[in-house]
């Protein structure tokens, strides 16, 4: 059973710029979270994704949005990109929405912002 | 609004010793879950272990058990007979379970180190 691909596994972007982040959860799974997760600020929500629909949001500015599509593959995306955007950006999904059984992680994107 | 604290930034322990790792949570919610999650070097976030609040019996995986304390609102992750491949940061979780879930939130984590 394949896990958790999120692509691409690196990235470089000039800032000012937009990026596209992709996710494609465990099949079956239909609920997707994205999280930031720097040195600094940890890891914090980004935004969770439910058939389609943005079913909760976290702090972050409009600059970052997502969608999800009929197949639960998930993209984020970073527009207007800051120094400060520089982080891991990690998808998660689930089988149902507060699955008990918890939410199984890619391996990430390591954007850098220059 | 839920917290998350991991008091112990750093820690290291022997090969085959036990380690005890710390977490404590601030919630006003009576259901919810508790994880705590793995991240090696590899950077890919592992579940190590899962507790329902609801259910009084700690839980248990293998060398990894729970101590889940609900009044206290704590839950500190036993690992026994330390392996190398242990190495890693471990992070602990909070999610509500009802109303607005499918949002995790993490504590700061701790690095781990097992020595040989």
């Known amino acids: 059973k394949a896990g958790v691909t999120q692509t691409p596994r690196y990235l470089i972007k000039t800032r000012g710029q937009q990026v596209t982040l992709s996710c494609s959860p465990i099949?079956?799974?239909?609920?997707v979270s994205w999280y930031q997760q720097t040195p600094g600020q940890g890891l914090q929500f980004l935004f969770e994704?439910?058939?389609?629909?943005?079913?909760n949001k976290g702090n972050f500015p409009g600059r970052f949005s997502g969608r999800q599509f009929s197949n639960s593959r998930s993209e984020m995306n970073v527009s207007t990109l800051e120094l400060g955007d520089s982080a891991l950006y990690l998808c998660?999904?689930?089988?149902?929405?507060?699955?008990?059984?918890?939410?199984?992680f890619g391996s990430g994107t390591r954007l850098t912002v220059v | 609004a839920q917290t998350v604290t991991q008091s112990q930034p750093e820690m290291s322990v022997q090969e085959a010793e036990t380690v005890t790792l710390s977490c404590t949570y601030d919630t006003s919610e009576n259901n919810y879950y508790l994880f705590w999650y793995k991240q090696p070097p590899s950077r890919q976030m592992i579940l190590v272990i899962r507790?329902?609040?609801?259910?009084?019996q700690n839980a248990t995986e293998n060398r990894f058990s729970v101590n889940f304390q609900k009044a206290a609102k704590s839950f500190s992750l036993k690992i026994s007979d330390s392996q190398l491949g242990d190495t890693a940061m471990y992070f602990c979780?909070?999610?509500?379970?009802?109303?607005?879930?499918?949002?995790?939130?993490f504590g700061q984590g701790t690095t781990l180190q097992v020595k040989p």
């Open positions: 994704y439910f058939s389609e629909t943005q079913r």
């Open positions: 979780a909070f999610m509500k379970q009802t109303g607005n879930t499918g949002k995790l939130i």
């Open positions: 099949s079956g799974h239909r609920s």
């Open positions: 998660a999904s689930s089988l149902n929405r507060g699955s008990p059984g918890g939410y199984t």
């Open positions: 507790q329902e609040a609801y259910k009084q």
